[in-house]
């Protein structure tokens, strides 16, 4: 279970979602940009809560951003950190991801806000560093994560939800964020194959 939004660390009762995803026995995600978590004490009621696992939205032109995540690595929770890549941070790309080595993370995710902008050297590179590469996140730009970017447009899949689904607030489920239009059925009536089937 992932929590996302918006910003999810907005919400009053994620405590209590947290709680309640670890009554159910689930894994429970937390993909964020982490200005809220760089509040030490928030943090550790998250994790004291249930929270297993963050993703982390990368802002490399913040220094809140960057403190923020030093503050979440030292809580020694698993971390993956996602960077955007853009027209204004390509240049400096290299050197955000040499910083987020140095800080431990050890998990990455890449996408691109352009599809004109490639990330097979920022690949290249994160291998060097020993930065794991994770491609099935629900992340911004997911239409032009490295794999999409890599992968010939006859070749892909038909339709989304392959690796993942989206749940919205009131149940439906969607093959990918966005695609209110083209509803799997509802979690809270559909039965999981009737939905798997679209």
Excluded at 149 to 163: F, H, W
Excluded at 189 to 194: H, V, Y
Aim: proline residues 4%; glycine residues 8%; charged residues 25%.
């Amino acid at each position: 279970m992932t929590f996302t939004g918006g910003e999810a660390t907005l919400r009053d009762d994620l405590v209590d979602l947290i709680a309640r995803a670890e009554k159910n026995g689930q894994v429970c995600g937390l993909l964020t940009d982490g200005m809220k978590l760089a509040d030490k004490g928030y943090l550790e009621l998250l994790l004291k809560t249930g929270l297993d696992h963050i993703l982390f939205l990368l802002q490399p032109d913040s220094n809140d951003s960057w403190k923020a995540l030093e503050t979440i690595i030292a809580e020694g929770v698993f971390v993956t950190v996602h960077l955007t890549v853009t027209k204004d941070n390509a240049s400096k790309a290299m050197e955000v991801l040499e910083r987020i080595r140095s800080l431990g993370v050890q998990s990455l995710s890449l996408t691109s806000a352009d599809s004109q902008l490639t990330v097979f050297d920022l690949q290249n590179k994160a291998a060097s560093l020993g930065l794991t590469l994770k491609h099935d996140l629900p992340v911004p730009y997911s239409a032009n994560h490295p794999v999409a970017l890599e992968t010939a447009e006859d070749n892909i899949p038909d339709g989304a939800g392959k690796t993942w689904l989206y749940v919205e607030p009131d149940g439906d489920v969607l093959p990918a964020q966005g695609m209110a239009d083209q509803i799997l059925g509802n979690a809270l009536r559909d039965p999981w194959e009737k939905m798997y089937k679209k």
